[in-house]
């Protein structure tokens, strides 16, 4: 049975990865992080699609969160917070495939940082994906591409 949680939590993983590993090599951590019988349960179009839209966004899904996110200096929020960020932000503008409430993509967001984070930046995710669902379009045209990356450039 495929998993979109299950698939989440493996992007998530992915993305830290890839910000922390250089190089970074998609099959061998594919192959360290499942045991075969629980790789079936990817959503591999959710996967591929998602990264996609976050690697072509990256700078734009950044000054977003730097909106979302006045008081606090983009280098100083720990990674796997900006990228449950991401995450959430990508499948709320720009995922094209069968429909994702944003309450789905806020509760989920919010499930990822009980997993890997602690109450405060529970509050912190909650707060942001809330502020951006209340003045979404708004708040997309003031975004600003970043010129701050989390990811590596490809080399």
Do not use: C
């Not at 993983?13 to 360290?32: E, H, K, W």
């Not at 890997?116 to 003045?135: A, H, Y």
């Amino acid at each position: 049975m495929i998993s979109r949680r299950q698939t989440r939590e493996y992007l998530l993983q992915t993305l830290y990865a890839r910000v922390n590993l250089s190089p970074f090599d998609r099959d061998i951590f594919y192959g360290a992080y499942f045991l075969d019988e629980f790789s079936l349960s990817l959503d591999m179009n959710y996967l591929n699609t998602m990264e996609s839209h976050i690697f072509a966004n990256e700078t734009k899904l950044i000054g977003l969160i730097s909106l979302l996110a006045p008081r606090f200096d983009l280098e100083t929020i720990p990674v796997i917070h900006t990228l449950i960020l991401i995450i959430a932000l990508t499948e709320m503008i720009y995922w094209e495939g069968e429909a994702i409430p944003p309450s789905v993509s806020i509760n989920e967001a919010i499930e990822l940082s009980k997993r890997f984070s602690d109450e405060q930046w529970k509050t912190f995710i909650n707060g942001s994906l809330s502020t951006f669902l209340k003045d979404r379009e708004a708040l997309i045209l003031k975004t600003v591409p970043s010129e701050f990356r989390i990811f590596p450039s490809p080399t």
